[in-house]
């Protein structure tokens, strides 16, 4: 095969080692702008895992490697005059220059025809079999055929800049300064017996207010750093350095940029590396990613007969992967950015949600790795919360307004659409029910409509006659007879999402008949197929708001302990809230304020209705995952305007606002919404914050809490799959206090598991052997769990 690679740094140079192990008939050019000791940057970080698949694939090169690393297992944190140590990470660094001449040495010896300061010229895809493009984030070639690979750039907001010091740490080490201009931070690590990796980072804000700025706009020529800012970090983090010095290497300051593609590979043209994606350095080195690439390009194409099944079972193997990778690079390079928000925390607390930000690592994962730190992070939470004794963070008490919660743990609102005419009936008997004995401390309803023209579907239930009431008592009897849980009603108006079918019939699809006519802020529908709704007047106004009163003093009366407005998920006052579904010009619409007026109505009349004892509660959409839908940060000050008026609690969700968003899932993907409102507005004024979305363990329940993410967690389909998945969560933590009690009937049930905090699996390595005519090349590598990052 003639093989044309654009690029010779590591991914690209990799690449073609690999390649020529396998067939020496493989015919290889590879083109390198830069002279062969143009390195720029000092260490490159590496995982054990992908060490791993390295030494798998090519035992001499690995040997190579290894022969040069810096190990190390401890990251140190030195944060507010305190420093701390955290074990059992499991890395290694060494020098990109070393590095890369170890790569060019291999190509060398292997008959790869590498031409250093030399353009890769236009046209190879006629003249090759394969062209891969390891270009780099700012990829030539990718441009050239932005067409087809369809790239999104997302700069961020940090500034950061590369250095090198002659300081050899012992241990990864992050370093956050607080300065008169803000939050600054380092990344600091060895990679090798003379030097470490030194990363300076801060937001632009604090960048600008450091006079950093000075030289904005200024063209550095190729490899010339800036040396007045240089001089500037030496004097800054001179106490850091310890009397080290730190040296530049075509140092200046960048902003991180992104990168996407909707496709990897087009003909016989492929992409690799940061030209395909990147992922922030908080996280591990884009040559760590490159290098994996690499490797599974050339498995590919060495088990698929030819050049487009290969590289489309490489695009569909690494795709995921990669994906996965750059979702908790953005949690991390966002939390980065946002660290100013918690540098009020306690240390250890700080610490840990360092060291969690990006949802990979978890209390488990700690917890296995260093027992000593978890305990630490155990002892400072129930400090905080005013508890003598560790208990898991789940099953400490929350006091919400005037209600004790006997745990953390919510069952979230999940409509079941299962009622006549809006009466609950034996299902919301036995499905609530079952939940509140299953251990949760509260327990919600679905969204309970306020009207008959309020409703989704006609399986909602209601409470706009007294016989709903009487039923939904019943229910509230039961929970407080049967268990030690709370129980709340959520309230609603569904809006321009109303007069559809049972979900299990068609999610948001139009009723074939019996419709009845919905309304909206304003006359635009849900989606293409949906109905266009009536733009509501104040008249209409005025009634609906009479409908969440009647409502709310049926829920009093029915014994409801919690009262939760929905104001979520594109319903009626999530739709006056949103841009996207209000284009009113009169005072409802235009101005956030005004979009925030007639939602704000409807609680203060609703709690003016509900008993002063009883908390109330608000539901948010933290964002519209639209372009020109609200954000995290318009969701700041509407939780801050709900607060105002008096909400005990904001629980934070996100989207459902239109069929056309486009949400960005993931594990937790939702809690950094909650994050941001709890440490924005909320935690200075005592108002609790509930996370939802994604939450799936118990070991997510606790790292969420201990992080200081959230005060509650809401978990919807979890409690689906197992009713009594709090009890369960309790056993297998070995927990048995009164947060978490069995009922008695079920006592003989409950038993010690088989194994405890399954969640802390350590990763370990499958690797698929090629053919023994292969001689050293081992291509497969799959990690059983994602990889742990720092």
């Not at 990109?96 to 008959?111: D, T």
């Not at 966002?334 to 990006?358: A, D, K």
Request: glycine share 8%; hydrophobic share 40%; aromatic share 10%.
């Amino acid at each position: 095969m003639k093989i044309a690679i654009v690029g010779g740094g590591p991914g690209g140079l990799y690449f073609a080692a690999l390649m020529k192990q396998l067939d020496q008939a493989h015919d290889i050019t590879v083109w390198e702008r830069n002279a062969p000791d143009d390195t720029f940057g000092f260490g490159v970080v590496f995982s054990d895992e992908t060490l791993g698949g390295i030494e798998n694939a090519d035992t001499e090169f690995a040997e190579a490697m290894a022969r040069r690393f810096a190990r190390w297992t401890d990251i140190d944190i030195h944060f507010r005059g305190e420093s701390h140590t955290v074990g059992g990470q499991g890395f290694a660094a060494m020098s990109r220059k070393e590095l890369l001449r170890l790569l060019q040495e291999r190509c060398h010896a292997l008959g790869v025809d590498v031409r250093f300061r030399t353009p890769a010229p236009d046209g190879l895809s006629a003249s090759y079999d394969l062209v891969v493009a390891a270009d780099g984030a700012n990829s030539r070639v990718r441009a050239a055929h932005s067409e087809v690979f369809r790239p999104t750039l997302d700069r961020r907001h940090n500034k950061y800049m590369w250095l090198g010091t002659d300081r050899v740490f012992e241990a990864f080490q992050f370093f956050v300064k607080q300065t008169e201009w803000g939050t600054m931070q380092v990344h600091g690590y060895p990679y090798s017996d003379s030097g470490s990796t030194f990363i300076v980072e801060m937001h632009e804000d604090v960048w600008r207010r450091a006079g950093f700025d000075a030289t904005e706009g200024v063209e550095f020529a190729p490899g010339v750093s800036d040396e007045q800012a240089v001089e500037r970090i030496r004097g800054l983090f001179a106490g850091e350095l310890a009397g080290h010095h730190v040296f530049a290497n075509n140092s200046k300051w960048l902003n991180f940029t992104t990168v996407r593609n909707e496709r990897w590979h087009h003909g016989n043209l492929v992409l690799v590396g940061d030209a395909a994606h990147t992922a922030h350095f908080s996280i591990g080195s884009g040559t760590k990613l490159a290098m994996e690439d690499s490797l599974a390009l050339a498995a590919c194409l060495h088990e698929h007969p030819d050049v487009e099944a290969a590289l489309t079972a490489y695009e569909t193997e690494r795709r995921p992967v990669v994906e996965s990778t750059q979702r908790a690079a953005q949690a991390s390079l966002e939390w980065f950015e946002n660290i100013g928000m918690y540098v009020h925390q306690e240390p250890t607390q700080f610490c840990f949600n360092l060291l969690t930000r990006s949802r990979r690592i978890t209390y488990d994962n700690l917890r296995a790795r260093d027992e000593e730190f978890a305990d630490r992070v155990d002892a400072a939470f129930a400090t905080a919360q005013g508890l003598k004794g560790a208990v898991p963070a789940m099953f400490q008490p929350f006091r919400l307004g005037e209600l004790e919660l006997k745990n953390r743990v919510i069952v979230s609102p999940m409509d079941m659409y299962s009622a006549v005419d809006g009466v609950p009936g034996d299902f919301h008997l036995v499905h609530l029910g079952s939940k509140a004995m299953g251990g949760a401390g509260l327990v919600m309803t679905e969204m309970v409509c306020t009207s008959p023209e309020g409703r989704i579907t006609p399986g909602c239930a209601g409470l706009w006659t007294d016989e709903q009431r009487d039923s939904w008592a019943r229910i509230v009897s039961f929970v407080h007879d049967r268990s030690t849980a709370r129980i709340g009603l959520q309230l609603g108006h569904a809006g321009r999402k109303g007069s559809t079918r049972l979900m299990w019939e068609g999610m948001d699809d139009p009723l074939p008949y019996g419709n009845w006519k919905t309304v909206g802020p304003s006359p635009l529908p849900y989606g293409a197929a949906s109905a266009v709704p009536r733009e509501v007047t104040r008249a209409d106004m005025d009634r609906i708001v009479q409908d969440f009163v009647g409502a709310a003093r049926r829920g009093a009366e029915a014994g409801f302990d919690l009262l939760e407005l929905h104001c979520a998920h594109g319903y009626l006052l999530s739709s006056f809230l949103s841009p996207v579904a209000n284009h009113r010009t009169d005072e409802y619409g235009g101005t956030l304020e005004n979009r925030l007026r007639f939602p704000l109505e409807v609680f203060d009349a609703v709690r003016g209705a509900w008993p002063a004892g009883r908390p109330m509660i608000v539901r948010l959409s933290a964002t519209d995952w639209m372009p020109d839908g609200n954000t995290e940060h318009d969701a700041v000050e509407i939780a801050r305007a709900f607060i105002a008026h008096g909400a005990d609690a904001i629980d934070v969700s996100s989207g459902q606002v239109t069929a056309d968003e486009r949400p960005a899932y993931g594990r937790s993907y939702q809690t950094p919404f909650a994050d941001r409102i709890r440490h924005e507005v909320a935690a200075a004024t005592g108002t609790a914050v509930i996370a939802v979305g994604a939450i799936a363990s118990y070991d997510d329940v606790n790292s969420i809490l201990l992080a200081g993410r959230a005060d509650l967690c809401a978990l919807g389909r979890t409690h689906l799959y197992d009713p009594h998945w709090t009890l369960h969560a309790a056993a297998e933590q070995e927990y048995r206090g009164d947060a978490a009690q069995w009922p008695v009937q079920f006592g003989a049930g409950r038993r010690k598991p088989p194994t405890s905090r399954t969640d802390a699996v350590r990763p370990r390595l499958s690797l698929l052997r090629a053919d023994e005519s292969d001689r050293n090349v081992h291509l497969r590598w799959t990690p059983s769990r994602e990889p742990a990052n720092v």
